[in-house]
C-alpha cells in the first residue's frame, strides 16, 4: 500500500499563504493521478488540484490563479501552494494518489489517501 503524509496546514489570516506538503512511500513518477482533495465541513470532498495523465494539471475553477501545484520526484513529494486564502478555503486537505498497476489479471486502479490536514481560514 502507498502511504501518503501530509503536512503544513494551520490557521491564517484571509489573503495569506500556506504551502501544503506530500510525502510519499513510493516514487510519485509511478502515479498517473496525484494531488490534492478537501472536504468542508457539511460538504462533500472535491478536487482542488491535480497532475493528472500525461502530467497536465486540473484545478478547481474557485482555487485557479490562487493555487499552485508542484513535484519533487526525487523528494517523492508534491506540493500545494495556497496564495489568497479566503475563508471558503476552509477544510481538510487530502492527497491523493491514483496508479494503474498490471497484475495477473490485467490492468487495475489503485487510489490512495493520506490522513488529511487542516487549513482554517479565519480573521
Known amino acids: 500500500q502507498v502511504q501518503l503524509v501530509e503536512s503544513g496546514g494551520g490557521l491564517v489570516q484571509p489573503g495569506g499563504s500556506l504551502r501544503l506538503s506530500c510525502a510519499a512511500s513510493?516514487?510519485?513518477?509511478?502515479?498517473?493521478?496525484m494531488g490534492w482533495y478537501r472536504q468542508a465541513p457539511g460538504k462533500e470532498r472535491e478536487l482542488v488540484a491535480v497532475f493528472s495523465y500525461g502530467g497536465s494539471t486540473n484545478y478547481a475553477d474557485s482555487v485557479k490563479g490562487r493555487f499552485t501545484i508542484s513535484r519533487d520526484n526525487a523528494g517523492n513529494t508534491v506540493y500545494l501552494q495556497m496564495n489568497s486564502l479566503k475563508p471558503e478555503d476552509t477544510a481538510v486537505y487530502y492527497c491523493h494518489s491514483r496508479r494503474l498497476s498490471r497484475g495477473v489479471l490485467g490492468l487495475r486502479e489503485y487510489a490512495f489517501w493520506g490522513q488529511g490536514t487542516q487549513v482554517t481560514v479565519s480573521s
Open positions: 513510493e516514487s510519485i513518477s509511478s502515479m498517473n493521478v
